[in-house]
């Protein structure tokens, strides 16, 4: 079965400060995906970006990148020029590709950060 | 495009009660899932459904029972409440292709007293 660990329970940074979440997994899969949600106090959950195992190229949205390590099982999110919206929960998430269960989603325990004026 | 609605957006049972969780989806997705989300633990996957009339226990499923008679709805239910089972529930449905992108839910809250 995979693991999701997110060691850091909290973390705090002044606005325009960069971040770095960090995710750690356990699969025996080669083919998957991973994910970063983001949940902001509303409760919605909002898909921030999303990496293919099978890509080398790490993914970025505009201010929000990743560092993917598949040797070292590690997908860590790097919050750039961070903003008081981007205070919130955040969630890593992982995904085999294909199969029976594919698209189950194992989520991380989540990472509260807050962004301070 | 209303996208994933949940209904009620709060709840609070007593014990022993029973009680039905609202999912539907208007975006044509195969797969819908429930799951619940608890202080410090993530968001686990209670069951799920790959297509209508299709279900599958998630990594929690005791306690709750689905059904898939529609494309579009997605319904959880309680038999008997019980007050571990006080959480937040979130629906999530996608494509059964690619880009597994899942989207959710507003979400709902349930206590049982």
């Known amino acids: 079965a995979q693991t999701v660990t997110q060691s850091q329970p909290e973390m705090s940074v002044q606005e325009a400060e960069t971040v770095t979440l960090s995710c750690t997994y356990d699969t025996s899969e080669n083919n998957y995906y991973l994910f970063w949600y983001k949940q902001p106090p509303s409760r919605q959950m909002i898909l921030v970006i999303r990496q293919e195992a099978y890509k080398q190229q790490n993914a970025t949205e505009n201010r929000f990148s990743v560092n993917f390590q598949k040797a070292a099982k590690s997908f860590s999110l790097k919050i750039s020029d961070s903003q008081l919206g981007d205070t919130a929960m955040y969630f890593c998430a992982f995904m085999k590709h294909g199969g029976q269960g594919a698209q189950k989603l194992v989520f991380g325990q989540g990472t509260r950060l807050t962004i301070n004026p | ?113």
């Not at chain 2, 975006?27 to 790959?50: A, C, F, K, T």
């Not at chain 2, 297509?51 to 599958?56: Q, R």
């Not at chain 2, 226990?57 to 494309?71: L, M």
């Open chain 2, 1 to 113: 495009n209303a996208g994933v609605t949940q209904t009620p957006k709060f709840q609070v049972l007593k014990t022993g009660q029973s009680m039905t969780l609202q999912c539907a989806q208007d975006m044509n997705h195969e797969y819908m899932s429930w799951y619940r989300q608890d202080p410090g633990m993530g968001l686990r996957l209670i069951h799920y459904s790959v297509g209508a009339g299709i279900t599958d226990q998630g990594e929690v499923p005791n306690g709750y029972n689905v059904s898939r008679s529609t494309t579009e709805d997605f319904p959880l239910r309680l038999l008997s409440a019980a007050p571990s089972q006080t959480s937040v529930y979130f629906c999530a449905s996608s494509y059964g292709q690619g880009p597994y992108e899942q989207y959710f839910g507003p979400g709902t809250r349930l206590t049982v007293t």
